[in-house]
C-alpha cells in the first residue's frame, strides 16, 4: 500500500464510530465514579454532542458539503441616514407618555406594573423607528407627588460620538414620571 492509500484508510477508519463494550470488573451491585467533576454524566455530555451535528455538517459520500462565507459585518459608525434624530426621538417617546397618562392616577401597588408596561411601550416605538444598531434601554420612574424633591442619575460608559440618551418628565396632580431613554451603539 502507497502511503496515499494508508493516510486515506486512517482517515476513513477515525470517521466510524467506536462500539462501546461493556467490561464488568467490579462486583454488580458497586457504583463507578465517571469523574472528579460532581455532577458530570458523560452519557448526557454524548448525546448532547450529537444532537449538536446537523446533516449538513456531517460529510456523506454523494453529498457535496457547500462552504459558506461571511464577510465582517463590524461597522465603527452607523450610516449618515441611520443616525439618531433626537427631535423625533423626543416627539415619540413624548406622545407615547401622553397617551399613556390620559387619567392615569397614582396607585402604590399598580405603579411597578404601569412603569414596567410604559418602557415597554416606549422602546417598541423606538424600535420601530430606523436605528439599527442601536441597543434601546428605557428606564421608567413613577413616584407619588407630594411637595418632594427626586434626584434620578445614572452612570455608564459612553461614546460621546455615538451613544445618546434623553430625558422627560411629566406631571399629573398626584403622581410624577421620569423617563430615561439610552441609545448605545452596538458595533
Known amino acids: 500500500m502507497s502511503d496515499a492509500n494508508v493516510n486515506t ?105 404601569f412603569s414596567s408596561n410604559l418602557a415597554e411601550r416606549i422602546r417598541n416605538e423606538i424600535k420601530q423607528l430606523p436605528y439599527t444598531r442601536y441597543k434601546i434601554v428605557v428606564h421608567v420612574v413613577v413616584g407619588q407627588r407630594k411637595s418632594q424633591g427626586v434626584l434620578v442619575a445614572s452612570r455608564c460608559l459612553w461614546d460621546v460620538k455615538l451613544d445618546r440618551h434623553i430625558t422627560i418628565t411629566k406631571q399629573t396632580r398626584n403622581a410624577y414620571i421620569t423617563v430615561t431613554i439610552f441609545l448605545v451603539y452596538n458595533e
Open 9 to 113: 484508510a486512517s482517515r476513513e477508519a477515525s470517521i466510524d464510530i467506536p462500539t462501546l463494550e461493556k467490561h464488568h470488573s467490579k462486583a454488580h451491585g458497586s457504583v463507578r465514579r465517571s469523574t472528579i467533576f460532581p455532577g458530570f454524566n458523560p452519557n448526557v455530555f454524548a448525546a448532547r454532542m450529537r444532537r449538536l451535528s446537523t446533516r449538513s455538517s456531517i460529510p456523506r459520500n454523494g453529498y457535496e458539503r457547500r462552504t459558506v462565507r461571511f464577510e465582517s459585518t463590524y461597522q465603527m459608525e452607523p450610516d449618515q441616514d441611520r443616525k439618531v434624530d433626537m427631535d423625533q426621538l423626543h416627539r415619540v417617546a413624548t406622545e407615547t407618555l401622553a397617551t399613556a397618562l390620559l387619567g392615569y392616577r397614582y396607585d402604590a401597588s399598580h405603579a411597578r406594573k
